[in-house]
């Protein structure tokens, strides 16, 4: 099992700045990536960003590009979503998840294996 911690949402003006956190615990597997999916109010879930844990590659949405930065602590298990320059459309609960055992860029919902409560970002305008 692999347990996800996140946090670090709240509330922002827009053009200011988040940091997200999610930690995860549990088992671990050779090869796996953490991602961010979002999902805004009557919209579906939608993909953001994900990190290869083992070589670090990462994978952004459009939206997002040049704004949000994903990072990772690996001794700590943890994934860091930087997110900078915020527009309203940003406001939405963000979740952290694991696709176990991918040797390609998991990008879909149904890839990922593992999720995280929750977190709630809402920027104003």
């Known amino acids: 099992q692999v347990q996800l911690v996140e946090s670090g949402g709240g509330l922002v003006q827009a053009g200011g700045s988040l940091r997200l956190s999610c930690a995860a615990s549990?088992?671990?597997?050779?090869?796996?990536?953490m991602g961010w999916f979002r999902q805004a109010p009557g919209k579906e879930r939608e993909f953001v960003v994900a990190?290869?844990?083992?070589?670090?590659?990462?994978y952004y949405t459009n939206s997002v590009k040049g704004r949000f930065t994903i990072s990772k602590d690996t001794a700590k298990n943890t994934v860091y979503l930087q997110m900078n320059s915020l527009k309203a459309e940003d406001t939405a609960v963000y979740y952290c998840?694991?696709?176990?055992?991918?040797?390609?860029?998991?990008?879909?919902?149904?890839?990922?294996?593992?999720w995280g409560q929750g977190t709630q970002v809402t920027v104003s305008s």
């Open positions: 998840a694991v696709a176990t055992n991918f040797r390609r860029p998991a990008v879909r919902e149904d890839e990922y294996d593992y």
């Open positions: 549990g088992r671990t597997f050779s090869s796996y990536y």
């Open positions: 990190i290869s844990w083992s070589g670090g590659s990462t």
